[in-house]
Each structure stands twice: as structure tokens, then as C-alpha cells.
T-cell receptor, first 114, second 114 residues
Framework: QKEVEQDPGPLSVPEGAIVSLNCTYS??????FMWYRQYSRKGPELLMY????GNKEDGRFTAQVDKSSKYISLFIRDSQPSDSATYLC??????????????FGKGTKLSVIP | GAGVSQSPSNKVTEKGKDVELRCDPI?????LYWYRQRLGQGLEFLIY????????KSGLPSDRFSAERTGESVSTLTIQRTQQEDSAVYLC????????????FGPGTRLLVL
């Protein structure tokens, strides 16, 4: 079992829809939880991060963490064509070699259709 | 200000040749990370530099891979005797201090080994 599981999609939704993106994980040592957005042929861009269970909201984006279920979600409200991208979840844990390392999901490709 | 830059943006090489990939982090960022992103896969951690500390090399897949960083500036990732399985996008990220949750990524170098 991989440490982080993420459905690669693709996911296609109409403009204005609510999008739900999810990741599950197996490592209880993960402490920080992040969502990145990656446009085609670009590097990932940090959207949100959190370190506690519960919800964190930023504009149209809400990140949700459930540590008891080892499950995180990203919700996008009123989705726009400009939201079309690949969304990567990432989680960090102490590597034991003096640093924290990020473990990424494979990414979910989202298309928002006008 | 300028973001993380990487060069070259694309590299095509023949199997068995050595390649060097360059990363210029954001000025003032003491932490620098290298990742590999294979097609359809999540990002894989390769190596982490933090200031003058010994780098965390725990993610390097083989001894053909090495990286250097000059002080808190430019880093070079070298792949010796390239193999076809090395074909991937190589991403560099930097962060202020060791704040892994706020990494800023460069656009990546797309490496194709023929």
C-alpha cells in the first residue's frame, strides 16, 4: 500500500460546480497537509496547508483534514475554467535524517467545462 | 521578486551520457529541494539542502545521482550515465528556513533519455 493514495481522475465538471478532491494516507506520522495546483508544464503552486484536523477556508477553497480516518479533502466552490489543472495532495513527516520530507499523491487532473 | 528558476527547461540526451540540471532558488531562501516527477506519478523527493548543514540525500535513487549547492544559492543536480528510466521532470523548490509547508517550485526541467 502506498503511503498516499489519490485518484488520478480525470475529473470533468461544469463551470460553477462544487469540486471535491480527496487523498487517503497510511502514515500516522504525517503532520502537515498541503494541496498544490499544477498547470500544464508548470511547477506545483501551493494552494493551502494545514496541520490540524478540521476545516480551513481560503476564498473558494476549503481544505479538510480528518486525522482519525487518515483522509484529506479539497473543496472548490463555484469552479471556474481557470481551475482546470492537476491537484496534488502532499503530506510531511520527519525523515529521521534531520529534515521533514514531503510525500505527494499522484495528482488528480481536473477540467472545468464552460 | 523573481521566483525559482531552472535550466535548461528541456533536455534530450542519449543513454549513457551525463547531464547537469541547474536551479536558482528565491533569494534569501536557505532551504532547497529536488524532486523527480515521472509521467503519471507523484513527486518523488530526491535531496534537501538547508544552509550549511549536511544535505539529506535519502531520496537519491542510485549513486548515479548527485547534487551540490553553493552556499545558499545555486544548486546543480547531476545524473551520470543516464538511463531511459531517468526520463522525467526534475523540479526544484526553495523555502525560507526549513518551512517545508511553504515551498515554492520552479517550472522544472523535462529530461528525455533516448
Amino acid at each position: 500500500q502506498k503511503e498516499v493514495e489519490q485518484d488520478p481522475g480525470p475529473l470533468s465538471v461544469p463551470e460553477g460546480a462544487i469540486v471535491s478532491l480527496n487523498c487517503t494516507y497510511s502514515n500516522s506520522a504525517f503532520q502537515y497537509f498541503m494541496w498544490y495546483r499544477q498547470y500544464s508544464r508548470k511547477g506545483p503552486e501551493l494552494l493551502m496547508y494545514t496541520y490540524s484536523s478540521g476545516n480551513k477556508e481560503d476564498g473558494r477553497f476549503t481544505a479538510q483534514v480528518d486525522k482519525s480516518s487518515k483522509y484529506i479533502s479539497l473543496f472548490i466552490r463555484d469552479s471556474q475554467p481557470s481551475d482546470s489543472a492537476t491537484y496534488l495532495c502532499a503530506m510531511s513527516a520527519y525523515s529521521g535524517a534531520g529534515s521533514y520530507q514531503l510525500t505527494f499523491g499522484k495528482g488528480t487532473k481536473l477540467s472545468v467545462i464552460p | 521578486g523573481a521566483g525559482v528558476s531552472q535550466s535548461p527547461s528541456n533536455k534530450v540526451t542519449e543513454k549513457g551520457k551525463d547531464v547537469e540540471l541547474r536551479c536558482d532558488p528565491i533569494s534569501g531562501h536557505t532551504a532547497l529541494y529536488w524532486y523527480r516527477q515521472r509521467l503519471g506519478q507523484g513527486l518523488e523527493f530526491l535531496i534537501y539542502f538547508q544552509g550549511n548543514s549536511a544535505p539529506d540525500k535519502s531520496g537519491l535513487p542510485s549513486d548515479r545521482f548527485s547534487a551540490e549547492r553553493t552556499g545558499e544559492s545555486v544548486s546543480t543536480l547531476t545524473i551520470q550515465r543516464t538511463q531511459q528510466e531517468d526520463s522525467a521532470v526534475y523540479l526544484c523548490a526553495s523555502s525560507l528556513g526549513g518551512n517545508i509547508e511553504t515551498q515554492y517550485f520552479g517550472p522544472g526541467t523535462r529530461l528525455l533519455v533516448l
